[in-house]
């Protein structure tokens, strides 16, 4: 028997890493030196935000995105913390608003003026009291607008309404007291149902947050985690860590068992923390080390062996922290997949670091750029309390295109009893009872022949986590718009299958063909 290897096609099997020229640097950026394990760098397609050195509390930087080269020593900069700045996240919703948190027990939310900074701002819109030692991480939720998360050393996650009147917010809505040390990192799942956490207890924690309730706990003792992360809609968590023999590791973990992780990989015996970030429109993973210059770059898939390593981005300068863009304020035309942001503080230079896939033609690469998160949010905050969950709107990167409703990215979707509640109340705001039903009724011999063609499989809901026959139909320019852009993505999705099978086909037409000449022989 002859030995076949085994290759594997990828479309983002030759991306590589181009920093950008020294002109389109942000250079002479005091950058702070503090050892805080967090990323110091927050980015919109708007501004540039990085935590500075100042003497007497805590301040940051806002840099418009465009305005690269040397920075003025005496630009403003955002300073009303009273202790270091730990972290700053951008509203995803909002290009103009950003929080903050600091050693002084304080998160501050600030509005950023459109124009140029031309005095330092020392007055934020709000300011959320509520922890008793300082605050190390935030996290705004990925759909649900005006909901912020804030873990501090007092071993609580909060979780705060800044959609109120008020200047100074001293009640969040919900405390978690799970752990029992410091977090360490905090991640969301695609609608925000769920929270991924590590703690300094060596234990990733799967919580509901509305209700507090620990669903998964693992107690691992070979990997001693650092940061977690979701991987979209594929149900895996991804943990960057040290082993037993202080080796750097990333492991894989079903996030339904947190038992024994799915894939452990060790990369090197350096000391320095490693920081994930995961695009699920590519289903790229990027390992980015702190206090080296590397970017290691991976494409995760659904079946074993779930990690493929790529190629790894080499640079000789260390990098402290970084940022990442998101995706809508990436170049399409360059074919730009991905965009870092390194601190480079041995510099005072930010840098940013593009991830192309090598392409000759400059047109629209619509392969490499599904359905991607938009700056419009899925739900209110209220919404969100009340226990509803949804997917991010998403947009097409195309110039011109508009938002469109969630798809999931694979076709093992959410439990429907999730979800049903929300699109019900969906269908009935938009369309009238008697309407619906009378609809129904004219339609209903048409979905029986349908459904009797369909396999058995496919009638309890079709790919895309998208049921026909539980939605109604369009009947706004804008769902009509939504609708037709859902069955693009299904018919470049099925293009893909009939592919596949295609190849499959030739490949057992080729074996058949051995076979007969193996029997001839004998």
Same mark, same amino acid.
């Given at each position: 028997?002859?030995?076949?290897?085994?290759?594997?096609?990828?479309?983002?099997?030759?991306?590589?890493?181009?920093?950008?020229?020294?002109?389109?640097?942000?250079?002479?950026?005091?950058?702070?030196?503090?050892?805080?394990?967090?990323?110091?760098?927050?980015?919109?397609?708007?501004?540039?935000?990085?935590?500075?050195?100042?003497?007497?509390?805590?301040?940051?930087?806002?840099?418009?995105?465009?305005?690269?080269?040397?920075?003025?020593?005496?630009?403003?900069?955002?300073?009303?913390?009273?202790?270091?700045?730990?972290?700053?996240?951008?509203?995803?919703?909002?290009?103009?608003?950003?929080?903050?948190?600091?050693?002084?027990?304080?998160? %501050? &939310?600030?509005?950023?003026?459109?124009?140029?900074?031309?005095?330092? #701002?020392? $007055? +934020?819109? =709000?300011? !959320?009291?509520? @922890?008793?030692?300082?605050?190390?991480?935030?996290?705004?939720?990925?759909?649900?607008?005006?909901?912020?998360?804030?873990?501090?050393?007092?071993? %609580? &996650?909060?979780?705060?309404?800044?959609?109120?009147?008020?200047?100074? #917010?001293? $009640? +969040?809505? =919900?405390? !978690?007291?799970? @752990?029992?040390?410091?977090?360490?990192?905090?991640?969301?799942?695609?609608?925000?149902?769920?929270?991924?956490?590590?703690?300094?207890?060596?234990?990733?924690?799967?919580?509901?947050?509305?209700?507090?309730?620990?669903?998964?706990?693992? $107690?691992?003792?070979?990997?001693?985690?650092?940061?977690?992360?979701?991987?979209?809609?594929?149900?895996?968590?991804?943990?960057?860590?040290?082993?037993?023999?202080?080796?750097?590791?990333?492991?894989?973990?079903?996030?339904?068992?947190?038992?024994?992780?799915?894939?452990?990989?060790?990369?090197?015996?350096?000391?320095?923390?490693?920081?994930?970030?995961?695009?699920?429109?590519?289903?790229?993973?990027?390992?980015?080390?702190?206090?080296?210059?590397?970017?290691?770059?991976?494409?995760?898939?659904?079946?074993?062996?779930?990690?493929?390593?790529?190629?790894?981005?080499?640079?000789?300068?260390?990098?402290?922290?970084?940022?990442?863009?998101?995706?809508?304020?990436?170049?399409?035309?360059?074919?730009?997949?991905?965009?870092?942001?390194?601190?480079?503080?041995?510099?005072?230079?930010?840098?940013?670091?593009?991830?192309?896939?090598?392409?000759?033609?400059?047109?629209?690469?619509?392969?490499?750029?599904?359905?991607?998160?938009?700056?419009?949010?899925?739900?209110?905050?209220?919404?969100?309390?009340?226990?509803?969950?949804?997917?991010?709107?998403?947009?097409?990167?195309?110039?011109?295109?508009?938002?469109?409703?969630?798809?999931?990215?694979?076709?093992?979707?959410?439990?429907?009893?999730?979800?049903?509640?929300?699109?019900?109340?969906?269908?009935?705001?938009?369309?009238?009872?008697?309407?619906?039903?009378?609809?129904?009724?004219?339609?209903?011999?048409?979905?029986?022949?349908?459904?009797?063609?369909?396999?058995?499989?496919?009638?309890?809901?079709?790919?895309?986590?998208?049921?026909?026959?539980?939605?109604?139909?369009?009947?706004?320019?804008?769902?009509?718009?939504?609708?037709?852009?859902?069955?693009?993505?299904?018919?470049?999705?099925?293009?893909?299958?009939?592919?596949?099978?295609?190849?499959?086909?030739?490949?057992?037409?080729?074996?058949?063909?051995?076979?007969?000449?193996?029997?001839?022989?004998?």
């Amino acid at each position: 028997m002859s030995w076949h290897p085994q290759y594997r096609s990828s479309k983002f099997r030759h991306v590589y890493g181009k920093a950008a020229s020294k002109d389109k640097c942000y250079d002479c950026v005091p950058i702070t030196h503090s050892v805080h394990d967090n990323h110091f760098c927050a980015v919109n397609p708007h501004f540039v935000a990085v935590v500075t050195e100042c003497a007497g509390g805590g301040a940051f930087l806002v840099i418009p995105i465009h305005q690269t080269g040397k920075l003025d020593p005496h630009y403003p900069r955002i300073c009303g913390h009273k202790g270091n700045v730990l972290d700053i996240k951008w509203n995803p919703f909002n290009d103009f608003i950003i929080a903050s948190c600091s050693e002084d027990a304080t998160v %501050k &939310i600030w509005d950023i003026p459109k124009h140029l900074l031309t005095r330092n #701002i020392t $007055n +934020p819109k =709000k300011e !959320l009291l509520g @922890h008793a030692r300082r605050v190390g991480l935030i996290e705004w939720h990925p759909t649900a607008e005006n909901i912020l998360f804030s873990s501090g050393y007092d071993y %609580k &996650i909060m979780i705060w309404n800044v959609d109120t009147r008020e200047a100074v #917010i001293s $009640n +969040p809505v =919900k405390i !978690l007291d799970a @752990h029992k040390d410091v977090i360490l990192s905090m991640s969301f799942n695609t609608d925000g149902s769920l929270l991924a956490t590590a703690c300094r207890d060596r234990k990733i924690r799967v919580i509901e947050p509305r209700s507090g309730t620990v669903l998964q706990e693992a $107690n691992y003792k070979s990997h001693r985690v650092n940061k977690v992360l979701f991987l979209g809609n594929m149900k895996k968590l991804l943990s960057t860590g040290t082993s037993r023999w202080n080796n750097r590791q990333i492991a894989l973990w079903d996030q339904n068992d947190l038992s024994v992780p799915l894939v452990e990989e060790d990369l090197d015996g350096s000391s320095g923390l490693l920081f994930p970030f995961y695009d699920s429109d590519t289903n790229m993973l990027y390992v980015v080390g702190k206090g080296d210059g590397n970017i290691r770059y991976y494409e995760i898939s659904p079946e074993k062996p779930y990690l493929n390593y790529l190629t790894e981005y080499h640079s000789h300068l260390p990098q402290k922290g970084i940022g990442m863009m998101p995706k809508r304020g990436l170049e399409v035309s360059a074919c730009e997949i991905f965009r870092f942001y390194k601190l480079i503080p041995t510099k005072s230079l930010i840098e940013p670091v593009s991830m192309i896939v090598p392409r000759r033609s400059e047109s629209y690469q619509e392969d490499i750029y599904p359905l991607t998160t938009g700056a419009q949010p899925a739900l209110t905050a209220q919404e969100w309390l009340n226990g509803i969950n949804k997917g991010p709107l998403l947009v097409s990167l195309r110039p011109g295109s508009g938002n469109v409703d969630s798809l999931p990215q694979y076709l093992e979707p959410e439990p429907r009893l999730k979800t049903t509640d929300h699109y019900q109340g969906w269908g009935e705001a938009t369309v009238p009872a008697e309407t619906q039903k009378k609809s129904e009724i004219q339609d209903s011999g048409k979905q029986l022949e349908v459904r009797e063609r369909l396999p058995k499989k496919d009638q309890t809901h079709l790919s895309n986590g998208f049921d026909i026959f539980e939605c109604p139909p369009p009947k706004t320019e804008n769902e009509l718009l939504h609708m037709f852009y859902r069955q693009q993505e299904e018919i470049r999705r099925l293009r893909e299958v009939v592919n596949q099978r295609d190849v499959q086909i030739k490949q057992m037409e080729l074996e058949l063909r051995n076979l007969h000449m193996v029997i001839g022989m004998y």
